[in-house]
């Protein structure tokens, strides 16, 4: 029996925002649009449905307008008060800052100039922001998380007329004999089938799924690291593109990896996945890490949260056994600064730093000599855990340092999260032209009917990331993907 074919003007490999913005733009030029999704249709989404918010640059209060169904200025003020911009020359600098400048610039020149023109677009679709609640790093975040983004892509796409094959996972491109790619090749419920294609779009995510690729690309022990997100992004993409030329690009041994809580599941899927019990440990800035030696290990505020969260996780995981210990006392605690999902944490509390060491297994002496010598090394200043901005207050004296937000620990009680690291996705993708999203073979020419758009596209993260990026950056390179794709399928 022949195998099964379709036939599409633009196939998008993917259901994820990436693949999503895509098909929104590919539709604004051809109506032929279908997608491919290895999950079953209740798990389609990818990480993407599993995310909070996007960051983007804005210049103030009237930029977010567009983005807000109801927009209340009195509900916006005291946000746009810790954050009243984020200029396209600071986004610009942060991440310069957190990737100590070797982000690829012309990615980064096309992320930040279109941030604000991505979000306005997909609000222009039907999409929707909130203002942000405490633990965001920003001002205005996803009406309903990525879970809600993902929603309304899947009732939009699907209004259109767009076709979802779920169940169905591309396992090689199919080019013609001048090196265009004309299709994919998927293995769908019922056996192998061939979707052609006149342009092909591959937002199928990273390869943090895979523990192969994990071994051998981020080194020895993350081949054994759980997942935040979800099983399907086995590098599937980066694999099809490559056999056939595609160019890698950006880092291929640094991923984003943040501290989760210590009983963190293997993977999550979007069908088990629930906003308010999120697993994520970002209190560290507050307090103090320490390993199971009772050691402090890292400088747990060497810049805010958002631009050190997706490198503390590679600091935990250095340690032994991939476990720390998040430190805190009642004088925070009373602060208000606890994130709501601290309250579904695994946790330990006693009325003294000893008892807490027992409880933790730790050497008690070694534990309260890092405590207190820590306590000893804080510097005079004004405490101020304010998720945007440093308050410079420090240690002198102890290594590692801590360089913000040092705090002497000595109110009962003590409470202290177990924690380990959870892998987001990896950084290395493929070498894309920046303004069509196009792939690029390793020959120093594009790949005809080739584009890739997520975290397919590498050169944008290296070592670090600033929280918000990935959904802003598949916003925007597929989008310039669909549109290319398209644009493409017409003319040929
Ligand atoms: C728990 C969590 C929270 C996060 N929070 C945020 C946040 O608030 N803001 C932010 O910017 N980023 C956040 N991120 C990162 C964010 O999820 C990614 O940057 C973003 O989702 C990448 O989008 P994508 O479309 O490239 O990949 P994904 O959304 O992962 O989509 C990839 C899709 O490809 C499918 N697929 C894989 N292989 C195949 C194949 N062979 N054939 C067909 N389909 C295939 C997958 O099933 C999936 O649907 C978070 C990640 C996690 C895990």
Redo the contacts with the bound molecule.
């Keep these: 029996m022949a195998e099964e074919t379709h036939h599409y003007d633009v196939l998008v490999?993917?259901?994820?925002?990436?693949?999503?913005?895509a098909a929104l733009a590919a539709l604004e030029k051809t109506p032929r649009v279908g997608m491919?999704?290895?999950?079953p249709k209740r798990?389609?989404?990818?990480?993407?449905?599993?995310?909070?918010?996007?960051?983007f640059a804005f210049n103030g209060m009237e930029d977010l307008r567009p983005l807000i169904r109801n927009f209340s200025e009195a509900e916006m003020r005291p946000l746009l008060e810790s954050l009243p911009h984020r200029t396209e020359a600071e986004l610009w600098d942060e991440i310069m800052r957190v990737t100590n400048n070797q982000s690829d610039q012309e990615m980064l020149q096309v992320h930040v100039t279109e941030s604000l023109k991505t979000v306005c677009w997909l609000a222009s679709k039907g999409h929707e922001w909130v203002p942000a609640a405490m633990r965001?790093?920003s001002v205005v975040?996803?009406n309903g998380?990525?879970a809600g983004l993902?929603q309304r892509h899947f009732a939009i796409l699907e209004k259109a007329g767009v076709v979802f094959h779920h169940e169905?996972?591309?396992?090689e491109l199919v080019e013609d004999e001048k090196g265009r790619v004309t299709g994919v090749r998927?293995l769908t419920s019922a056996g192998y089938a061939t979707f052609n294609a006149k342009s092909v779009v591959l937002?199928?995510?990273?390869f943090e799924?895979n523990p192969e690729m994990r071994a051998r690309y981020l080194g020895p022990g993350w081949d054994m690291i759980r997942?935040?997100?979800?099983p399907?992004?086995?590098?599937?993409?980066l694999r099809?593109a490559m056999d056939i030329g595609a160019m890698p690009h950006g880092s291929w041994t640094t991923c984003?990896a943040s501290p989760q809580d210590i009983n963190l599941p293997v993977f999550?899927v979007p069908s088990a996945?629930i906003l308010k019990d999120?697993p994520?440990r970002y209190m560290y800035p507050w307090g103090i890490m320490v390993n199971t030696n009772a050691e402090r290990f890292v400088d747990e505020a060497w810049d805010t949260r958002g631009r050190t969260y997706a490198a503390m996780g590679r600091a935990i995981q250095a340690q032994p056994g991939g476990i720390a210990f998040q430190i805190l006392d009642a004088k925070i605690r009373k602060m208000n600064v606890y994130t709501p999902n601290y309250a579904t944490a695994t946790t330990a509390k006693a009325d003294t730093l000893e008892k807490l060491a027992e409880e933790l297994d730790l050497d008690v002496a070694k534990f309260v000599k890092t405590v207190t010598g820590f306590n000893a090394a804080v510097q005079p200043g004004k405490y101020n855990p304010n998720r945007y901005q440093l308050d410079g207050k420090s240690t002198a004296g102890i290594n590692p340092p801590k360089s913000n937000y040092a705090l002497e620990i000595d109110e009962p009680p003590f409470e202290a999260w177990p924690v380990r690291c959870?892998m987001?996705?990896a950084f290395g993708g493929l070498k894309i032209d920046p303004k069509t999203s196009q792939v690029q073979h390793v020959a120093g020419r594009p790949i005809p009917g080739l584009y890739a758009?997520?975290?397919?596209a590498g050169g944008l993260w290296v070592g670090n990331y600033a929280?918000?990026?990935?959904?802003?950056?598949?916003a925007t390179f597929?989008r310039i993907a669909g549109t290319h794709a398209a644009s493409t399928a017409l003319k040929s």
């Design positions: 490999v993917g259901t994820g925002n990436a693949a999503c913005s491919l999704e290895k999950a798990d389609r989404g990818g990480n993407s449905a599993l995310t909070l918010m996007m960051r965001d790093d975040t996803l998380g990525g993902q169905t996972a591309a396992t998927a937002a199928c995510g990273s799924s997942l935040r997100g979800v399907f992004n086995t590098g599937d993409g099809m984003h999550t996945h999120s994520a959870g987001t996705f758009a997520g975290e397919m929280a918000g990026s990935g959904m802003t950056a598949g597929g």
